[in-house]
């Protein structure tokens, strides 16, 4: 059974604006999974669906085989934390312990339980020590992981994501993306995230959905949604940067690597592999003369 599912799925604004249009998506438990889109995708309409901020004009929206409904919305907001784009929109207490205790005042906990649900989060989110700090004085990283932490506390099933790197420096959102994806790694959390950085998503996705004009257009394993260069380009993205590189050395003749390569790692392999190839070439070349 999947852990998110959409089905059918449409979602038009009281104004008459039709955002979504026959969403399909299935999510799996401990899936890292992007939603790629260029801005006015949907990406943020649809991530509004998944625990009930929105309800589908048409279509159903599933979170462990149940229908998100009224009846269900508590628990669906306990399984699945939403990490909004901007901190700004999600902080709003005078100091970083009262941030954190907010949602776990709301799940009932209190006492001992309390400070230890919160200590973990901080802990992991690498701002111990931060408590008694105003939200407000911290740094644009330092907020995106106080908003983190804020919803991690609450011990969510999936993080659901907008933006995570966006208005970071390279380190800050190097950081970010390091922590996500020990988040996933260790604690098996699922994570969903909307992004239309396409440097960004091979680093953490393992699956990519691809949406332009509120459809998707695009789906599958990370590396063979981008191997679609021509449809990716067609709604206004573009190939990750490393991608792009190998691509224009194989056009203009340089050399063609045995592998496609998104990140700099896997162009490091690739590049290694086509030396030892061209090595063994030549030796073998050199042995029959």
């Not at 149940?66 to 999600?90: C, H, N, S, T």
């Not at 896997?266 to 086509?274: G, N, P, S, T």
């Amino acid at each position: 059974m999947d852990l998110i599912e959409l089905a059918s799925v449409n979602f038009i604004y009281p104004d008459g604006t039709r955002a979504l249009t026959d969403i399909n998506i299935s999510i799996k438990a401990g899936e890292k999974v992007a939603v790629l889109g260029a801005n006015g995708a949907g990406k943020s309409t649809l991530f509004q669906l998944f625990n009930g901020l929105l309800q589908s004009t048409r279509g159903t929206v599933s979170v462990k085989g149940r229908v998100v409904e009224k009846a269900y919305l508590k628990e669906v907001r306990r399984m699945i934390g939403m990490v909004f784009q901007d901190p700004d929109d999600q902080l709003f207490s005078s100091t970083v312990q009262q941030e954190i205790a907010y949602g776990l005042i709301n799940l009932g906990l209190e006492g001992g339980r309390m400070e230890q649900a919160a200590s973990w989060a901080l802990q992991v989110a690498g701002l111990a020590g931060y408590e008694n700090k105003s939200p407000f004085n911290l740094s644009g990283g330092e907020k995106k992981r106080l908003a983190l932490a804020s919803v991690l506390a609450m011990q969510p099933e999936v993080l659901v994501l907008d933006e995570p790197t966006s208005s970071l420096d390279p380190v800050g959102a190097a950081k970010i993306i390091e922590l996500l994806n020990g988040i996933n790694g260790e604690l098996g959390i699922t994570l969903v995230f909307a992004t239309h950085d396409v440097d960004v998503v091979p680093l953490m996705a393992d699956r990519v959905y691809v949406m332009d004009k509120g459809e998707i257009k695009l789906s599958g394993p990370t590396d063979e949604v981008f191997a679609r260069k021509d449809l990716i380009r067609s709604h206004n993205l573009r190939l990750p940067r490393v991608a792009h590189l190998a691509e224009l050395l194989e056009r203009d003749g340089q050399f063609r690597l045995p592998s496609f390569p998104l990140t700099i790692g896997q162009a490091k392999k690739a590049i290694l592999e086509h030396i030892a190839e061209n090595k063994a070439g030549a030796k073998n070349k050199a042995g029959m003369e």
